[in-house]
Structures are given as structure tokens and as C-alpha cells.
């Protein structure tokens, strides 16, 4: 990187792996790699072999540590073109008609290790990096519209419960044991992500074959300066695909690498994979309801029949990492990439996002210098007051990294500069007391589950409760099991039932009280779809 920070040419990044001899790192050419320097042919070996010592002590560093969450995932570079039909909500440029960003995507299971199956079931992330020329924009998501807690501050709470037992570290990959459904049996609010989990959604076909979402609702400014509140949703052009979970197991035994395959091998062969994006705007009103539903509650969806998905732009991805590493590994995205015309919103999971992921990456990539990495590199122009810290690449010139000066060519904020910048969008804040209280809507963990579960054909529904069945067939404690029943219960008497059915357990009864939900268009058109014979 250059001390103004614009990116590095290809043939700079590529350089170290150059020149037609072996060397040492400092570029001395080598006669030998295979023989350690000894005091004669049979030992011992001299401490002042530099080569050998240099060549173990890196191998000794090479790994870095695995992410907290996310750890297993897979990655492609691509182009995103927008389409110019967003233009009335945000003034984002690469959003404009025709304009084409580079992009790199990463997938990835949530709770496995490094070296863990593909086909478990599990929520997958699809994390989105734009390059544009306004500087990086991330969006952050999963492939799952609703997340498992309201409030940020339980994440690791969350976390603990869903990753292998802290004592016997199992399972390894899989949501099948007590501390997970222990969790969510008592934070009722994870109930919905719970579900999509368990449906067919929670074991995808492919990468090329999943929806993303970036579940939160985020603020958008349009060149007028007017506000729009939005969600971001990923169509892939493949639709969605799901696998049944007896081809999943089987997978995940054959070929544990079968999603990182399947995307590797589909670019590789020219089927470039591509999703369309689009959002459901909704107006910014004071209260940040539509339709009744809290849009900063991340454990609610926005049916699209209340507010269709408007396509804005096409993802391509069309080549493979040189180098899993470099570009897989140690791509760092963050929720506060944020580009001129998108905005966060108060969603409290979104706010303790906004200090998480950089935080991690300061431990993960060892110091505050990670967005120097090639693959993190803005291909915007970066001028900042950074300086120094671990893994310094930059050779910044000048005195005075302070604005304004008189030494360094003066004050890049002249004024009338800022246009192009980013705005703050001005929210009024509420004048309020500190507490430490969720709104009164965040309280009904069940209605829109009971949606998600009605909406489902027989078959669908057949997964769901066969998956519950097995999940949590798997628990040693039957209390738990029993509470999961009630929260079933207070979704659907019949899920619930069922479950119980196949857990050899009676059914308890619901302690909410709801009307009876009316059969969905799914079911009644359900038999031209599926014969029930
Ligand atoms: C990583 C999505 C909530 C902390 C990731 C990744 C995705 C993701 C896709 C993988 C990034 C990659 O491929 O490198 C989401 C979504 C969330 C959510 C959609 C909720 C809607 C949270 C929350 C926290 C959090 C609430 C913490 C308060 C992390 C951390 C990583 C991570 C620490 C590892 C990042 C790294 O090491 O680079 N998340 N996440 N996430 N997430 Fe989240």
C-alpha cells in the first residue's frame, strides 16, 4: 500500500512468490531446502543454520486463529451491477444504473470449526464485500431473515450455548444438544430462527441456492435528503434449494467438503452463480413500525406480501480465491462499512454488531493494520490519520497526521468538501432515562413463527417435525425437552403434538393464549402440489 493508501498493482501483491530462484525471505538464493547444516553428516544440527530455523519458526506461526463464529466458510470474487431502480431511496453511487463494483462474497456455516462438515444444519452467512469507489460497503448477513436474540449484549450467551459443550466438545457442528435448546427454550425469543433452523432452510442444497438477508433494517438517504427505513434481500437466480436431511448426513460422511466444492466447481466451470438484490423499503416514521411489525426487532420478518422485494442489482460471482488464505481467511467484514446513503439503524443486535467485528479482528489479525491486507484493501482512495501499530505496510510521509495543520498542505476538509461524504443521517433521539428494558414489542416470541409454520406445505412441515424430533430426541435432559414442547405449544398445538409424538413424550399445554391460525394459501393450493395419497 502506498502512504496515500491506494491498493497495490497486482504484480506488487503477487511479488513475493517471484523470481526464478528459492530463496530466504530477505531474498538470499538458496542452494538447499532439504538438508538441515550439521557438524558432519551424522549431527548434531548447528543453531546457526539460518535458513532452517527461519523456514520452522514460520511454519511454527502459520496459523492464525479461527474466527469466534463463522469459522468454516468459503469465498468468490464476482461484480455487482446495479440496476439504477434505487436511486429514490439511496444516493449510494454503486447502486447506480450500470455501475459495476468488484465484490467478494464469503459463505459459511456458523458453528462448526475450521475443518468441520458443510452439510450440517445450521444458519449460513453471506457476507458481502462492495469495493466501491465511495469507499467499502459490507453487508453482513445470513441466510436467514430473523436472528436469535433482540439485544446484542446476549450474543455470547447465545454463542456458548450453540458451540460444542464446554466439558466434551460435542457436538462439534450441529444444533443437537442440551446448552442450545436449553437457550432458546428459555429466551423464547429465539423461537423464530429456531424454526427456519429446523425447516429445510436450516440445510441448504448449495451456496448458489441460498436466499441472504441482512436482517436488521437499515436507514437509507436518497439525494433529496429524504429517509427510507430498509431491508436488504438476496435472490439467487438458481431459486432455493434445499437438501433432505438423510442427503445431508450423508454428505457430511462422502464429502464434508461439498458446498466449498460445488461453488468452486460451478465458477471454475463458467456457471457464474448470481443473485439479484433487492430491498423492502418501508417509510421512516417515528415509531419504526409497518404494519404493526417493529422493523428494529431482528427476530421479525416484513412478509413480502406487505412490502414486495424491489430488485435494485445483480451479483456475479465469477472467480475463485488464488489463495484460501490470504483472500478466505483473512477477509475482515464489518457491519460499519458504510458507504454515503446507508445508514445503521438503533436495532440494538445491529449496535453491539458495530463494535464486535472489529474488535475480534483486532485479536484474529493480529493488530489494528488488518484493512492493509490485499483482500481488505478499499479501492477507494484512503487518506486517514492512522499510523503505525502491528503490520505496518504503509511508508507514510509528512509530519502532522492532524486536521487541520499548517505543515503537511493544510486541511483536506475545505469548505464546501464534504459533498460525497458520508451523512450521519440526523434521528432525533428521544429525550429518555437509561434503562435496561426492551420495548413492549419485543415480548411476542410466537405469532410470527406460527406464520412461518403455517405457511409450510405438508411435506415442509413433515422436515420440521422430524428434524425437532431428532434435535431434540438428541438432549439427555428431559426438562428441557419438556420446555421446548411448551414453546411448540405456544406455537401450534399440532407441531407440538407431533414432536411429542416423536420424542414419545405427552403434549403439554400452551401458556399463551392465541387464535387458532387460519390455513395458509400454501396449504389449501397444496394439493395440486403435492397429492396426499
Ligand atoms: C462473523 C453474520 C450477529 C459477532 C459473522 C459472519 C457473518 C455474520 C456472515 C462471517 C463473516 C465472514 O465470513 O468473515 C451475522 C448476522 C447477525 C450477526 C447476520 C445478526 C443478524 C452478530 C452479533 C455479534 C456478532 C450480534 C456480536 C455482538 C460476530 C463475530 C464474527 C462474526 C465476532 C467473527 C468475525 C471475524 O472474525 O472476522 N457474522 N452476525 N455477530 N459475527 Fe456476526
Redesign the pocket.
Known amino acids: 500500500v502506498s502512504a496515500t493508501g491506494e491498493p497495490a498493482g497486482d504484480d506488487e501483491l503477487v511479488r513475493a512468490q517471484h523470481g526464478e530462484f528459492l530463496t530466504t525471505s530477505t531474498g538470499l538464493r538458496l542452494r538447499d531446502t532439504d538438508h538441515s547444516l550439521k557438524a558432519g553428516p551424522r549431527g548434531p544440527t548447528l543453531l546457526q543454520d539460518h535458513h532452517l530455523r527461519e523456514k520452522i519458526t514460520h511454519f511454527d506461526h502459520e496459523r492464525i ?7 468454516r ?1 468459503a ?1 468468490a470474487h464476482g461484480v455487482f451491477v446495479g440496476y439504477g431502480t434505487a436511486d429514490a431511496v439511496s444516493l449510494a453511487e454503486f447502486l447506480g444504473e450500470g455501475v459495476e463494483t468488484p465484490v467478494f462474497v ?3 456455516t ?1 458453528l462448526g470449526s475450521r475443518g468441520s462438515a458443510d452439510t450440517v444444519r445450521d ?5 458481502t464485500k462492495f469495493y466501491t469507489e465511495q469507499g467499502t460497503f459490507d453487508l ?3 441466510n ?1 431473515p ?4 433482540q439485544d ?5 450467551d447465545v ?1 456458548h450455548a450453540a458451540k460444542p459443550h464446554p466439558d466434551r466438545e460435542i457436538p462439534q457442528a450441529q444444533s443437537a444438544h442440551d446448552t442450545f435448546w436449553d437457550f432458546v427454550s428459555l429466551h423464547t425469543e429465539g423461537q423464530h430462527h429456531t424454526m427456519w433452523n429446523m425447516s429445510d432452510r436450516g440445510i441448504p442444497r448449495s451456496y448458489r441456492t441460498m436466499e441472504g ?4 433494517t437499515f436507514r437509507c438517504l436518497n439525494a433529496a435528503g429524504e429517509t427510507s427505513l430498509v431491508k436488504f434481500h438476496w435472490k439467487p437466480r438458481l431459486g432455493v434449494h434445499s437438501l433432505v436431511w438423510e442427503e445431508a448426513q450423508l454428505l457430511a460422511g462422502l464429502d464434508p467438503d461439498f458446498h466449498r466444492r460445488d461453488l468452486y466447481d460451478a465458477i471454475e466451470s463458467g456457471a457464474h452463480p448470481q443473485w439479484e438484490l433487492g430491498v423492502q423499503v418501508f417509510p421512516d416514521v417515528p415509531e419504526q413500525v409497518f404494519e404493526g411489525i417493529d422493523l428494529l426487532d ?1 427476530t421479525k420478518i416484513v412478509p413480502e406480501e406487505l412490502a414486495p422485494v424491489q430488485p435494485i442489482g445483480l451479483l456475479t460471482l465469477t472467480a475463485n480465491p488464488t489463495n484460501f488464505f490470504a483472500e ?1 481467511e483473512q ?5 460499519g462499512h458504510l458507504v454515503p446513503g446507508i445508514d445503521v439503524t438503533d436495532d440494538p ?2 449496535q ?2 458495530l ?3 472489529v ?3 483486532l485479536s ?2 493480529g493488530g489494528p493494520n488488518f484493512n492493509q491486507i490485499p483482500i481488505n484493501r478499499p479501492h477507494a482512495p484512503v487518506n486517514d490519520m492512522l499510523r503505525d501499530g502491528f503490520h505496518q505496510h504503509a511508508d507514510h510521509t509528512g509530519v502532522a497526521p492532524y486536521r487541520p495543520n499548517s505543515l503537511d498542505g493544510g486541511c483536506p476538509f475545505h469548505a464546501g468538501s464534504t459533498d460525497g461524504a458520508f451523512t450521519d443521517v440526523p434521528v432525533t433521539v428521544p429525550a429518555a432515562s437509561k434503562v435496561r428494558e426492551n420495548p413492549a414489542s419485543y415480548d411476542d416470541h410466537f405469532s410470527q413463527v406460527r406464520l412461518f409454520w403455517t405457511s409450510m406445505t405438508p411435506v415442509e412441515q413433515e422436515h420440521i417435525v422430524s428434524a425437532y424430533s431428532f434435535e431434540l430426541g438428541k438432549c439427555y435432559e428431559q426438562a428441557i425437552k419438556e420446555r421446548q414442547l411448551v414453546a411448540l405449544a405456544n406455537i401450534d398445538d399440532e407441531l407440538c403434538s407431533r414432536v411429542a409424538q416423536g420424542l414419545g413424550l405427552p403434549a403439554p399445554e400452551r401458556t399463551i393464549e392465541y387464535d387458532e391460525p387460519e390455513p395458509s394459501p400454501a396449504l389449501s393450493q397444496v394439493g395440486e402440489i403435492w397429492p396426499t395419497d
Not at 486463529?65 to 469459522?71: C, G, L, Q, S, Y
Not at 446484542?152 to 455470547?156: A, R
Not at 438477508?213 to 436488521?216: I, K, N, R
Request: a positive charge.
Open positions: 486463529p479461527e474466527r469466534v463464529v463463522h469459522a466458510g469465498g464469503r459463505f459459511s456458523v444458519t449460513r452467512g453471506f457476507a453482513v448477513g445470513n436467514i430473523v436472528f436469535f436474540i446484542g449484549i446476549k450474543f455470547p454463542v438477508f441482512g436482517v436488521h431482528p478466505t477477509v475482515a467484514f464489518h457491519v443486535l445491529l453491539a454488531r463494535f464486535s467485528y474488535d475480534t479482528q484474529r489479525l
